[in-house]
């Protein structure tokens, strides 16, 4: 079918001041009928997490009733307790989940090793375990390589990679390296919105000029080597490869990327203004999904452990108690339970915020929440308990979600890694199995 004058590239940018600015999908992008336009939308997947489990006063608490993480009833037919009312709008549009979690690491011997296989599934036991192995979001993004700016926007509040126990990344690489999380506001939008300023331009090009450098010295090095010397320097200049694609695929993005003038965003922030900090990496997430520059986040609000550097997080925004205190004393003092639920409470009102920027964004035959996966989740339920994990997914109805229910798995059966399996298919990552995971079909949550 020919092109008519009103036809849009999905590639298309916008003009402006050197800055770049991928359009969101309109309906001049339509070319054909409307199910060819519908197919051409991007999906996208969000991984959130955050530390330390949350509130669940056992029955014979008077706390119990309100303060459960988990709501009330079952399937369908549920009801969110006090903690998380704040998603009560968005319940068409979300799923609970229970009974979920990564068996190999029941017997980590520290609960808060835990998160570094949050997103792998790898098994973490404290002082043995010295290397992790791909995180989910990778994988997709793998599959997805080269279609966006940017591959994956790995974020965290800490930034950088941490350690094996205290990780301060969820996205690892092939090899299980960590994968530094962005954490500065001003960097990460550079990095979504600065592809084709002159100053990068400048960039790509010293650091094209110093890969020609090294393979020019390489090729005249080689000569005085022997056999053993040069396979190990053929293994540095295969490393030396993969960033030279990088910065052929940072050129191309560059090339095509004309400019326009960003959003208006405050960026003079960073973890300690908790709430306006949280909120503004949920607007990069959204702009980022909106204008595809990226179809694969994650974000690790917090990290786990009383030495944490966000460990506070709950102190700045007027609570008593440091996040680790949270947990380790809810059983010591009568509103226990009730103060670690008010961080529960406070967790979930980000998340709505988010989902909100998704849902009332209207896209092709919905909106962006409709094409957008957004799981959330903690790598511990009750305190140094590493099962149960209270997880959340929600939108992607266009993607095979069933939403609006409560389910109830049963651990014994079933494992977290077999719903990353479902999550990376809705992404049209055709992998059949992934960490631990057993095959198991989860058509509860996916049609």
Not at 73 to 86: E, I, L, P, V, W
Not at 112 to 120: A, D, E, S
């Amino acid at each position: 079918m020919s092109r008519k004058s009103w036809h849009l590239s999905r590639r298309t940018f916008l003009r402006g001041s050197g800055i770049t600015l991928a359009l969101p999908f309109l309906n001049g992008m339509a070319v054909g009928n409307e199910q060819q336009a519908l197919a051409t939308l991007p999906k996208r997947a969000a991984f959130i997490f955050f530390p330390n489990g949350v509130s669940l006063p056992p029955e014979r608490d008077p706390q119990h009733e309100d303060w459960y993480w988990f709501p009330k009833g079952a399937g369908k037919d549920y009801t969110f307790r006090t903690s998380q009312q704040a998603l009560n709008p968005l319940r068409e549009n979300l799923s609970v989940i229970s009974g979920l979690s990564h068996p190999l690491n029941r017997n980590s011997g520290d609960a808060h090793v835990n998160p570094t296989g949050f997103l792998t599934s790898k098994e973490m036991i404290k002082g043995q375990t010295t290397h992790n192995s791909i995180s989910i979001d990778q994988v997709i993004a793998n599959q997805h390589a080269g279609q966006t700016q940017l591959a994956s926007m790995p974020l965290s509040s800490v930034g950088g990679v941490g350690n094996i126990s205290r990780t301060y990344t969820l996205s690892f690489d092939q090899e299980g390296k960590g994968i530094p999380a962005w954490s500065n506001l001003k960097e990460i939008y550079e990095r979504m919105y600065g592809a084709s300023s002159p100053a990068a331009r400048a960039r790509l090009r010293e650091k094209q000029n110093l890969i020609n450098e090294i393979y020019g010295d390489a090729k005249d090095f080689r000569r005085k080597l022997g056999k053993e010397d040069q396979a190990t320097l053929d293994e540095y200049l295969a490393a030396v490869a993969g960033l030279e694609k990088k910065i052929e695929n940072d050129k191309l993005w560059a090339q095509r990327s004309q400019a326009a003038e960003p959003p208006a965003m405050n960026l003079d922030l960073d973890f300690t203004d908790v709430e306006n900090y949280i909120r503004a990496m949920y607007d990069l997430m959204y702009l980022a999904f909106k204008a595809d520059i990226t179809r694969v986040a994650t974000y690790q609000l917090a990290s786990e452990g009383g030495t944490a550097p966000t460990n506070n997080l709950s102190k700045r925004i007027g609570m008593s108690k440091d996040l680790h205190q949270l947990s380790h004393s809810a059983t010591k003092t009568k509103d226990g339970f009730k103060d670690w639920g008010l961080w529960d409470q406070f967790v979930a009102r980000q998340l709505a915020y988010f989902l909100n920027r998704l849902q009332e964004t209207p896209e092709g035959d919905g909106s962006m929440l409709d094409r957008c996966l957004v799981f959330q989740g903690a790598a511990t339920s009750r305190v140094h308990d590493n099962t149960n994990f209270p997880l959340l997914l929600a939108g992607g109805k266009k993607m095979g979600h069933k939403t609006g229910q409560f389910i109830r798995y049963d651990e014994k059966q079933h494992k977290l890694a077999n719903l990353f399996v479902r999550i990376a298919n809705s992404m049209d990552t055709p992998i059949d199995q992934f960490g631990d995971s057993t095959s198991m079909p989860m058509n509860e949550l996916f049609g």
